[in-house]
Nanobody, 124 residues
């Protein structure tokens, strides 16, 4: 499985951005797709996830209500739409995929595949 994240850029506070994650390879319907971010000087933080088959979503409290994750199965692509962006949202954003796993989705080691990251910078 290969993941390619794109769509990052520079945006003003209060603005919006939509990131994409194109998946290739053997994506099974049992896989979940997730988004993480790493702010300068911090560890990788869970943002949210979506199940590949059912479309159920789950978000971190820090982005709940401002972010929406969706998917286009026909294009093997997952999206992260972010609204009301804040300077503290500045980070490198990564997409990830994992098979069935009882571990917490918020723990990076429970994810099997990672994309290369795309930079999001929010100016104040």
């Amino acid at each position: 499985v290969q993941l390619q994240a794109s769509g990052g850029g520079l945006v003003q506070a209060g603005g919006s951005l939509r990131l994409s994650c194109a998946a290739s390879g053997r994506i099974l319907s049992s896989y979940a797709m997730g988004w993480f971010r790493r702010a300068p000087g911090k560890g990788r933080e869970f943002v949210g996830q979506i199940t590949w088959s059912g479309g159920q979503t789950y978000y971190a409290d820090s982005v709940k209500g401002r972010c929406t994750i969706s998917r286009d199965n026909s294009k093997n692509t997952v999206f992260l739409e972010m609204n009301s962006l804040k300077p503290e949202d500045t980070a490198v954003y990564y997409c990830a995929a994992r098979g069935p796993n009882l571990g917490s989705v918020e723990i990076t080691s429970t994810w099997d595949y990672w994309g290369q990251g795309t930079q999001v910078t929010v100016s104040s």
